[in-house]
């Protein structure tokens, strides 16, 4: 093990999708731990209203929360608008929120199955990029935007294919952000992971141990950490700690990476 690392971002202020529940949770709780203003986003009012109430007891920047849908453009827009309102200035967008349908093959998904993953986890981050980036480059914040994408955009097979098309998608989509708008200091990068820790992951795990008589829960998802080359599931304060690193001025030289913080499991 090498050297530590502590961050303050206190002053700075960022908006991060879906982040009541697993990873972007993490995300926000770190932010919050570090002393940034932070918005709280997802579709559920209820949940982001707890989120907010538990974040705010966190740090000294300040807490608010947006309850939309960032799979619709008009959401988002308001989700945007009120970052702005609330805190002038944003200068870090992590685009998190993302959907898992199970779709099966490329020949039983439907065009609706491939409309709900596309809006959600593509359109969605280029959107809230555009919008954020706008931003930033008229008010000349040299800001951040971090995209999340998989271990499955880098794979040509596998499973749930729309959803690996998807985050196939982000990684272009982080690339060419990075290069557009590097001009205005606005630095795009990626992270990346494999199995983390999540209720998503969870409910994944859940829904084979339900088709398998031989194997739980449990079992499943001990399996996939034995799988891992460092030998466990990531946790959503591993991808905290590499959203801290490229939102920090240690990264003011880093833009369209793509950081996998998968415990090795991308290189399988
Ligand atoms: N966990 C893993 O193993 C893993 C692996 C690779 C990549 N990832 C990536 O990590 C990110 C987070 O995943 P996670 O595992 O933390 O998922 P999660 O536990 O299911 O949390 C997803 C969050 O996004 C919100 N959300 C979903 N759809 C939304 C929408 N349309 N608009 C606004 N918010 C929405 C959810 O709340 P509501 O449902 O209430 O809206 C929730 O707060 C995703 O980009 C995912 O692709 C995860």
Redesign the pocket.
Known sequence: MGGHASYDYAGESAIV??????????IATALAEADANVVI????AE?VEKTVSTLSRVGNGRITGVP?????PA?LERLVEHAIDEFEEISLLV??????PREGSMLEASLEDWDYTM???VR?QFYGSHLVAKHMAHNDIQGCIIN?????GDRRTGDRGL?GIS?TAINGLTWRMAINLAQYGIRVNA???????????R??AELLAEDDEERTKADILQEWADRTPLGR??T?ED?AHAVLFLASDKASYVTGSILRV?GGGNLK
């Open positions: 999708t879906g982040s009541t529940k697993g990873i972007g949770k993490g986003n997802s579709r559920s949940n939309a849908d960032v799979g619709r959401e685009n998190n929120a993302a959907v898992w809006d959600i986890n969605a999340h994408t998989s271990q499955t959803y985050k992270i990346s992971t494999d199995v983390t820790d999540t209720f998503q992951l409910h994944e599931l990531g959503p991808l998968s």
